[in-house]
C-alpha cells in the first residue's frame, strides 16, 4: 500500500509523513525528490523541473514497486505532483501493478504558503541558493494550488492548516489497518 501525501511545497507533506512515520516506524518513507535529485547531477534537466524526465517518472514508480515487494511494508510518499498527465501516469501505472493507493491532498491558502516558504529559509545558509530556491517555488505556487481541481476521483482533501497530529489522526482513520 502507498500512502501519498500530495499539496503544495509548503503545505506541509513532509512534516504530515514525519508524524505519520513517528507513530507508525514500521512503515518506510519515500521521497521521490531524492531519485530527482540524483537525476539532476547526471543528465541536464533543460525545463528545471526533474518532474519533466520521463525517467524520473519512471524510476519514481519502478522504486516504489521495489520497496513495497522487497520489504512488505506500506510506503509513505511526501511529494508534490499536480501535473495532470504525470499524476495520471505515475498512479496509472501504481494502479496497473496492483498497488493500493491513498491519496492525500494537503490544501493550504496562497498567502499562508507564501508565509510558510518565506519562513523556512535554506539550511546550508547561502543566501543565493535560498532567494533561487524561493523563486522556484514561489512560481509554482499558484499552479501547485489550482491543481487541487485536477486531482483524480478519490483523492482526500485535507485543510493543510489545522494541527498536523489531527491531519495523522485523519489520514490514519481513512487508511485504516496499515
Known sequence: MIVWVNGSFGAGKTTLVAELHSRRPDLLVYDPEQVGLLLRDIVD???????DLPLWRSQLVSLALGLLKEYERPVLVPMTLVDPLYVSEVFGALAAAGVPMHHFFLKVPA???ERRLRARGNPQGDPEAEAAGLRWVMERMVRCVAAADTMPDGTVFLDGERPTA???????KHVGTI
Open 45 to 51: 534537466v533543460p525545463t528545471g523541473d526533474f518532474q
Open 111 to 113: 498567502p499562508e504558503l
Open 166 to 172: 489531527e491531519l495523522a489522526d485523519d489520514v490514519l
